[in-house]
């Protein structure tokens, strides 16, 4: 009985991030045609260890990502050893207020680009497990597997910094940063 159980549970976690996971693996520079593998092999992981499964449906999703993460990181070391890890940004801009023109909307991606690629790795990987991902501070935090507290640092300092990337390259001077040092 617990068996049927554990298999619908499982099926029904399936069902409810499968495309989402493949949204993150391949948000994280993964090519979609490998993504699907990465997030089998994460489904595969989750069945290997159903009774680590958490039951609630966030920490359920939050824990697949948490697995895909680390898969994905080791297929890349594996794959490019030392090669940085890039998020396509490009289209994704979405712009409130008045519709801007083309020109202006070009100008402002490119802006986020840039303001973007001076993040370190660490910096734009909280900001898209918030933004793009949706996961909660607790959730992305266990993603990263670090405490929920330095989380929120992180993520407060990556805002910081890509607001100030962003107002520099609004007045047409970026900051001469580097994405390596230390990550706070």
């Given at each position: 009985m617990t068996e049927i159980r554990d298999?619908?549970?499982?099926?029904?976690?399936?069902?409810?991030?499968?495309?989402?996971?493949?949204?993150?693996?391949?948000?994280?520079?993964?090519?979609?045609?490998?993504?699907?593998?990465?997030?089998a092999e994460a489904f595969?992981?989750?069945?290997?260890?159903?009774?680590d499964l958490p039951g609630d449906s966030g920490e359920a999703r939050?824990?697949?990502?948490?697995?895909?993460?680390?898969?994905?990181?080791?297929?890349?070391r594996a794959d490019t050893r030392g090669h940085e890890l890039s998020?396509?940004?490009?289209?994704?801009?979405?712009?409130?207020?008045?519709a801007?023109?083309?020109?202006?909307?070009?100008?402002?991606s490119v802006d986020l680009v840039q303001a973007w690629n001076r993040l370190t790795p660490a910096h734009q990987e909280a900001l898209s497990l918030s933004v793009w991902e949706?996961?909660?501070?607790?959730?992305?935090?266990?993603?990263?597997?670090?405490?929920?507290?330095a989380f929120r640092i992180r993520l407060s300092r990556a805002r910081r910094v890509l607001m100030r990337n962003l107002?520099?390259?609004?007045?047409?001077?970026?900051?001469?940063?580097?994405?390596g040092g230390s990550v706070r």
């Open positions: 298999r619908q549970r499982y099926e029904a976690v399936y069902a409810r991030t499968y495309t989402d996971l493949v949204r993150f693996v391949v948000r994280r520079g993964c090519p979609s045609d490998q993504a699907e593998d990465v997030v595969a992981v989750a069945w290997r260890r159903l009774a939050a824990w697949l990502f948490g697995i895909a993460r680390r898969l994905l990181v080791a297929k890349q998020v396509r940004i490009a289209g994704q801009v979405a712009v409130e207020g008045p801007l023109a083309h020109d202006d909307l070009v100008a402002t949706g996961l909660t501070g607790a959730q992305a935090a266990q993603v990263l597997g670090i405490s929920p507290l107002v520099a390259a609004d007045s047409g001077r970026l900051p001469m940063t580097s994405k």
